[in-house]
């Protein structure tokens, strides 16, 4: 009998990390609302199941990989589709969602006798892809070890960072620096490009340089200046994400102005550009208010 693992979200990240998941030899139940994603996963040897409900019922674990918190506190709770767990299961939020809704939620989950851990990932899809992505686990020490199993099949690196809703809070706080790492970089550009310097070689200086960042070293060549846009990680959950730095800084009483000013920033160019673009197409939007 194996583990059976409903997993929820089939995504750009989802549905590469439930696939390792099947090649690993657990039992996958996916749900997504897109269909195509549902018939990937079964393609791959997963199973697809037609409803939520469907997909958790018997399930030793649910892995949630949706879009924010508020989906996955829906994906679990409407329809009490979380009922239908095995007793005591084991529900483990990958999503990045904020860390406030997320001790809630582990206090409902714990009041229908379900466990919660959060433990979103980082390393974008290329990592998904590989099984090599880095997990920040939030939970108790004996639910961060029962998951342990499923996630050294998703990632290659996995930090404990204290209580349920800590791995969210170091989620957020990670995405504040990448994000206001792109825009620096997209910023150092178009203010080099002004004044006459070659972009490449603004990059290579960078990369070279202490001002060498993520979006320089990676992002800047790959997806911007080639003008692909590829990164597979959209612009909206990127907002999203810095708004949840954002708004825990509020919370704990802290004023820090890179962190307003990058929110602000991500937040206007995801209403002018939309948020199902790349978030690498922000250039754009620099560009234009430039
Ligand atoms: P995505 O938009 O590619 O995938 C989300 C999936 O959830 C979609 O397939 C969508 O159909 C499905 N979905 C939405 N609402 C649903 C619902 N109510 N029921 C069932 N399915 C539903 O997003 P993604 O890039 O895979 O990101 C997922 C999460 O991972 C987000 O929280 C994101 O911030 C985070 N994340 C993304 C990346 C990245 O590089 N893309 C990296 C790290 C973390």
């Known amino acids: 009998n194996a583990t059976r693992v409903a997993f929820i979200g089939l995504g750009a990240m989802g549905q590469p ?3 390792h998941l099947v090649s690993a030899g657990f039992e996958v139940v996916g749900f997504d609302l897109s ?12 199973h697809a199941a037609e409803t939520m409900p469907d997909a958790m019922k018997g399930a030793d674990y649910v892995i949630t990989m949706l879009p924010n918190g508020r989906i996955v506190r ?6 009490n589709a979380c009922g239908g767990l095995r007793p005591n299961a084991l529900v483990v939020d990958m999503s990045s ?5 997320t001790r809630e939620l582990g206090v409902e989950l714990v009041a229908r006798g379900l466990r919660l851990v959060d433990a979103p990932v980082s390393g974008g899809v290329k990592r998904a892809v590989s ?4 997990i920040m686990v939030g939970g108790s020490e004996t639910d961060i070890e029962e998951a342990e199993p499923l996630l050294k099949v998703i990632g290659s690196q996995i930090f404990k960072t204290g209580p349920v809703g800590s791995g969210h809070a170091m989620k957020a706080i990670n995405n ?4 206001a790492g792109v825009l620096a970089a997209i910023e150092a550009v178009v203010l080099g490009r ?10 290579d200086i960078l990369n070279s340089s202490s001002g060498k960042n993520n979006a320089t070293e990676v992002k ?4 911007i200046l080639s003008e692909t846009f590829g990164s597979g990680f959209a612009l909206g959950l990127m907002a999203k994400d810095i708004r949840i730095a954002a708004d825990l800084a509020k919370t704990l009483g802290l004023r820090l102005e890179a962190l307003s000013s990058t929110a602000n920033a991500w937040d206007a160019a995801q209403k002018e550009l939309g948020p199902a673009e790349d978030h690498t197409r922000i250039i754009r939007y620099v560009m234009d208010h430039a």
């Open 176 to 179: 504040f620096v990448s994000g």
């Open 74 to 79: 829906d994906a679990l709770l409407t329809d």
């Open 220 to 223: 800047m060549k790959q997806f």
């Open 131 to 134: 099984g090599t992505l880095t």
């Open 194 to 203: 002004s004044f006459g310097l070659e972009p490449h070689t603004i990059v």
């Open 97 to 101: 969602s904020a860390p406030n809704d």
């Open 17 to 19: 990390m439930a696939q």
């Open 35 to 46: 269909q195509d994603a549902r018939q990937t996963l079964a393609k791959a040897g997963g």
